[in-house]
Structures are given as C-alpha cells and as structure tokens.
C-alpha cells in the first residue's frame, strides 16, 4: 500500500488496482478541504503510477459521497472567509479534470448515497458499480446553488439531456434500478458485493492494454465536442499512437496463435 499522509482518503493497491476509498463516515464522506485535497492529490499521483493500471473509487460506510460538507462550508461563509466561493475552480475542477482525464481506466463502486460533487465524482468515472441500495442525487438546488463539479458536461452524456435536466432541477433521489434503466450505471449488484465486483472489473481491465485505454478515453472525450471530421481525424492519431505499443504487438501475436493475450500496459 502507497504511502498516505492523510486519513480520510485510504489508499490500497492490489494486482494493479488501486482502490481509493473516502474515509469520513460519520458525515457520509462529504468533501471538506482536507479530503479534496486528498483526493486530487492522490488521482494526480495514480496518473503516474504505471504499477496501477485500473482504479476503483469508492466510500466507507454507508454512502458513497453526500457531497460538499455543509458544515464546513457554512463556517468558513460566516467566518467571511472566501474560500467557498472558489471552491469550484480551485478544487472540484481539477480534481474532475485529473480523474476524468486519468490515462487508466476507473471504476466507482457506489455504496448508499452519491449526492451533489459525490454524484458528480462517480461520473466522472468511466464506469460505475451500484449497490442495490445505491441512489443519486443531484442535490445543488437544495441548497439555492447551480451545477458543478463537471455534471453539466457528464450527466448528460450518460442519460440524456432531458432526464438530466430533471435530475438538476428536481433534485430528486434516483435509486440504483432506475439508474441502470436510464444508463447512469452499468451494474446493480447486491449491497456485500458491489466493490468486490468493481475491484473484480478493475482487475480485468488491469490485465488489459492500458495504454489503448487511454487513447480511447482520449478519443471519446475529444469526440464529445468534435464533428465528425475531427473526430475521425483524433481517431487516426490515437490508432496510430496505439499500434506502436507493445501491447498490440501482442495482440496480433496472440490472435495469430490463437492463445490468449498477455498485456503489460506498454
């Protein structure tokens, strides 16, 4: 296990995979300063790493993330401090741009509630395990604030601009059975099981071309707000960057042999 100055982020790696789990669960793993930190620390950390080839993004406890932690925030607002206006793009866009943008594959195994930033975290993921008891809820008009943490651009890429929508103005719980419906999760698996099966799925992508992982992350995010030429034309850089991998040199050498393949991330 990498070493950690922080105890509301544990950090554990295991064949490949690394597994950071936000460890506040009295308060349901809300986002204080010192876990954002944390957070985008570690993420930055992880993109450098080539031991990790996958990572799972999970909550201890019974929740997932509930979010900006409110009590903080509200101190810090009466204090006059001026931090919680800032907030925004000091911390929440860098650490979703880090792990959006991380050139590995990232699973979030979603235990209890995903509320507010919490929601938009697992969204940013590229995929996402839901506990039975799993919901999400995008919860900033609760509290008389707009959109953030990347949801505008994520949420409806995954459902839809209209159910997006819903979600943002209603703030209303969506549980883990309609999420799957709507495509907002890829899985419904049973409370004691959900992060083992995200760590079992971020192991087999451990064991995957990881450097073709990341050139498909790259391609997809450029083809969110390309036409189709530019999108064509990122897709031949991307290829061609991956072709020159040992990994599909492999590949091929596999196919040809007809064994299975046996990918080192390079």
């Known amino acids: 296990m990498p070493d950690s100055d922080s105890t509301v982020l544990t950090v554990e790696d295991a064949g490949g995979v690394r597994t950071l789990t936000m460890n506040r669960p009295d308060t349901f793993n809300s986002l204080t300063l010192e876990l954002k930190h ?36 509200a101190a810090l607002l009466d204090a006059g401090d001026p931090e919680p ?15 959006a943008g991380l050139p590995k594959p990232t699973v979030a195994a979603v235990n209890g509630m995903a509320a507010g930033a919490g929601a938009s975290l697992a ?9 039975a008891s799993a919901q999400f ?21 995954l459902v839809g601009y209209g159910r997006a929508m819903e979600m943002l103005l209603l703030a209303e719980p969506v549980g883990a059975e309609h999420a799957l419906t709507v495509g907002l999760v890829n899985q419904v698996i049973a409370d004691e099981q959900a992060l083992g099966v995200a760590q079992q799925l971020a192991g087999r992508l451990a064991a995957g071309p990881t450097a073709a992982y990341a050139k498909i992350k790259e391609a997809m995010a450029a083809a969110a707000t390309a036409d189709l030429p530019e999108a064509l034309s990122v897709e031949a850089g991307t290829q061609a960057e991956a072709a020159a991998t040992a990994d599909h040199r492999e ?16």
């Open 251 to 266: 590949g091929v050498a596999a196919f040809l042999a007809k064994r299975d393949p046996r990918f080192t991330g390079r």
């Open 137 to 157: 809820l995008m919860a900033f008009t609760k509290v008389g604030l707009s959109v953030d943490s990347g949801a505008s651009w994520t949420l409806p890429r």
């Open 38 to 73: 944390a957070l985008l620390a570690e993420v930055q950390r992880t993109a450098g790493d080539e031991s990790v080839r996958a990572v799972v993004l999970t909550g201890s406890g019974r929740a997932f993330c509930a979010g900006q932690d409110l009590r903080e925030h």
């Open 85 to 99: 206006l800032s907030t925004v793009s000091e911390h929440y866009n860098p650490l979703i741009s880090a792990l």
């Open 123 to 131: 969204c940013a993921c590229d995929l996402r395990v839901a506990a």
